[in-house]
Every structure is written in structure tokens, then in C-alpha cells.
């Protein structure tokens, strides 16, 4: 119960009770101080703001992982309300994983997606470096295995399925099923075609997010997502692919990327799970 002048919060994930007039003093009386970053209502700060009641507050020591319960805790307060349940129980597949699907891959792990299945079939060589998400001391490894044990250091509470695989029409419903949404990031034009053309007679309600064009440099604003049909969208410029002389840069994939990732993100949002 409740005293005169107290108002309850939760603090790194449990209810607390506190006559504290606002986070600084919080803070200052449940912390050790040092080098801490603390959380109000997902805003790092260390004003002096007045406590109303349920405010969400973290204290996060530098350099220290924290427990499952409140790196959940911290993620679901940095996020819109209620979102993060349903990133946390969504699954996403991406197909393909160089430089638009690695990047989707760390974008969805650091908002929070619950499960991400990584198909692949390549191994890490080092063309791969100048726009996918992999390091100098992957160089060899198979792409899923590199870029699950990157999700890792990024998240361990993320659960990744590596599926060293090369998508063929024959094995499209085994790969993709029991996801929520799948993004398409393949670099060969006849696997792009063949996965558009053909995912839907296996999942028709499950949202299917493609790329196209994507190469070069310039115009930002140019990337776009563009809605297709109900459950399929195109990313990209839809008219720049690769060729000779034309190559693939990090700042345009990456672009895409983004445009794919936020589209999971916004379509769980809505999404009933």
C-alpha cells in the first residue's frame, strides 16, 4: 500500500515504491552512482524530472550485460508502448544474407524481433566486406553462422535458426514456414523472380517484403517501399540493378535495408500476436 507522498514505479523491471520527488533523487538514493546511465520512460537523462506514477526507470552500469528480465525490460521502455511484446513473440525469415539481408538481420535483432531465421548458402569471402555486415575474421565462415554468432554479441536472448540453404522452388515451404513475415534479399534477378512468383501459392496471408534496385550511389530520396499487392511489397528504386559499371555501395544497400526493416517492424505493429 501506498504512503502519503509515495507514487509507485518500476525500476529495472520490479515495482517500487518511492516518496522520491523526481529521478535525479531516485536515482541517486537506489543507485551507486559511478559510471551508470540511467533510463526514465526511455530517455537517457540525468535531470532532475518529477516522478509520476508507474514511470519506468533503468539503471544500466557501462560495459555490463544485464539480466534477461531487464534488458527486456529496458528495450520494451525504449520502444512505442506496446510494441515490444510483438516484436519479442514475432519470427522473420530474411533469404539472403549479404548486404541487404545481414543489415536487416542486425537492424530487426536490435529493435527486439523475438526469432530470426537466417537462410543462407554462401560463405564470407572479402568482395563481401565493402557492404555486408561481417568483419575480417569471418572471412571463410558460412554466412548464417557468421551472422547468428553477430546477432549474439548484439542480443543473446534472441533466439537465431541458421539454415544453410539455397532457396529453390521445391523447398520454399519447408523453409519458410511458421513465419510471420518473410524479406526477400537475394542478389541473383531469377531467385528474386521465382521466390515473388511463387511464395504466395504456399503462404497467401504472409507478407512477403522484396527488393529491387538498389545499386550505385545518389539520390536518397529515391528508395521508396511500395505496397504491390496486400501481402507483397518491393523496396527500393525499383529501376537501378546491378551491372557493369554500376556496382553495389554500402550507403544505398544499407538504405534499403532500412526500408525493409522498418516495414517488419510496422507490419508487427499491426499485427495481431
Known amino acids: 500500500m501506498l504512503e502519503v507522498g509515495e507514487v509507485k ?30 533510463i526514465l520512460n526511455g530517455f537517457a537523462t540525468k535531470e532532475p524530472i518529477a516522478l509520476q506514477e508507474n514511470d519506468e526507470l533503468f ?12 534488458l527486456e525490460s529496458m528495450m520494451r521502455a525504449r ?19 549479404g548486404g541487404l539481408g545481414s543489415h536487416i538481420a542486425i537492424m530487426l535483432a536490435r529493435v527486439g524481433v523475438g526469432t530470426l531465421r537466417l537462410i543462407d548458402f554462401d560463405s564470407i569471402e572479402p568482395s563481401n566486406l565493402n557492404r ?8 571463410g565462415k558460412p554466412k548464417t553462422k557468421a551472422l547468428a554468432e553477430q546477432i549474439t554479441r548484439i542480443n543473446p536472448f534472441i533466439t537465431t535458426e541458421p539454415l544453410h540453404l539455397k532457396i529453390e522452388q521445391d523447398n520454399i515451404k519447408q523453409a519458410l514456414d511458421g513465419v510471420d513475415i518473410v524479406c526477400e534479399a537475394f542478389d541473383n534477378a531469377h531467385t528474386k523472380a521465382m521466390l515473388a512468383q511463387s511464395f504466395h501459392t504456399f503462404f497467401p496471408d504472409t507478407p512477403l517484403i522484396c527488393a529491387s534496385g538498389l545499386a ?7 528508395i521508396r517501399t511500395k505496397k504491390i499487392t ?32 522498418n516495414l517488419v517492424v510496422e507490419l508487427l505493429s499491426s499485427k495481431g500476436i
Open 216 to 222: 550505385g550511389f545518389g539520390d536518397s530520396n529515391t
Open 230 to 261: 496486400p501481402y507483397l511489397y518491393v523496396c527500393g528504386d525499383l529501376e537501378n540493378g546491378a551491372q557493369v559499371g554500376r556496382g553495389l555501395m554500402a550507403p544505398r544497400v544499407v538504405l534499403c535495408a532500412a526500408h525493409q526493416a
Open 132 to 139: 555486408q555486415s561481417y568483419m575480417v575474421e569471418d572471412l
Open 59 to 70: 539503471c544500466i552500469k557501462k560495459g555490463v550485460l544485464p539480466k534477461e528480465e531487464v
Open 79 to 97: 520502444h512505442t508502448p506496446k510494441l515490444h511484446h510483438k516484436l519479442k513473440s514475432a519470427k522473420v525469415a530474411i533469404c539472403g544474407l
Open 9 to 38: 514505479v518500476i525500476f529495472n523491471g520490479e515495482v517500487i515504491h518511492t516518496s522520491a520527488k523526481d529521478s535525479l533523487e531516485f536515482f541517486t538514493s537506489h543507485t551507486q552512482g559511478g559510471d551508470e546511465v540511467w
